[in-house]
T-cell receptor, first 111, second 111 residues
Framework: SQQGEEDPQALSIQEGENATMNCSYKTSINNLQWYRQNSGRGLVHLILIRSNEREKHSGRLRVTLDTSKKSSSLLITASRAADTASYFCATVGTGANNLFFGTGTRLTVIP | KAGVTQTPRYLIKTRGQQVTLSCSPISGHRSVSWYQQTPGQGLQFLFEYFSETQRNKGNFPGRFSGRQFSNSRSEMNVSTLELGDSALYLC??????????FGSGTQLSVL
């Protein structure tokens, strides 16, 4: 399976703290993306990092990519209660044109 | 621009029946992908259509099928429903694979 795995499966933090989620994948990739899902709803694209990039920022989000270890991490700084959601990484394989999603991390931010 | 629209939002069927789900992509997007989401298996890729042609297919039995019309609207069909088909079915459209736009999903319950 090309599906990635995320770690931890669940994370609970206080508002204002930082949250870090990790993603590991199995095949060579073209790019890696992070999505957010509020309970029972569709996913929303957060950020994309290409295979030749090592780090990317967007607002309070910071993504890193280590292709040698086939892993990525998503850091959310200064978390807010509204950040409570599930976060998924997704990869586009080299030469492919479909996304495979990881298992997700359920983040709970306590006010 | 209107987002991705999926209908119906909720559906209850019994074992053995068949079901058709509909997805209207964002105007201008020619790629439509379908995913099945369950608590145990996460997000599983079903298939992807591009300009009325199935371009990619996931590892699902032949009971799962789809099609795309000339206006890019897509339908997926599940025949001979099983209890294990109960899931949130998500449709996503894109211009390329650098950002998917998801609908809110159809929650299917098979009794």
């Amino acid at each position: 399976s090309q599906q990635g795995e995320e770690d931890p499966q669940a994370l609970s933090i206080q508002e204002g703290e930082n949250a870090t989620m990790n993603c590991s994948y199995k095949t060579s990739i073209n790019n890696l993306q992070w999505y957010r899902q509020n309970s029972g709803r569709g996913l929303v694209h957060l950020i994309l990092i290409r295979s030749n990039e090592r780090e990317k920022h967007s607002g309070r989000l910071r993504v890193t990519l280590d292709t040698s270890k086939k892993s990525s991490s998503l850091l959310i700084t200064a978390s807010r209660a509204a950040d409570t959601a599930s976060y998924f990484c997704a990869t586009v394989g080299t030469g492919a044109n479909n996304l495979f999603f990881g298992t997700g991390t359920r983040l709970t931010v306590i006010p | 621009k209107a987002g991705v629209t999926q209908t119906p939002r909720y559906l209850i069927k019994t074992r053995g029946q068949q079901v058709t789900l509909s997805c209207s992509p964002i105007s201008g997007h020619r790629s439509v992908s379908w995913y099945q989401q369950t608590p145990g298996q996460g997000l599983q890729f079903l298939f992807e259509y591009f300009s009325e042609t199935q371009r990619n297919k996931g590892n699902f039995p032949g009971r799962f099928s789809g099609r795309q019309f000339s206006n890019s609207r897509s339908e997926m069909n599940v025949s001979t429903l099983e209890l294990g088909d109960s899931a949130l079915y998500l449709c996503a459209s894109s211009w390329d694979y650098e950002k998917l736009f998801f609908g809110s999903g159809t929650q299917l319950s098979v009794l």
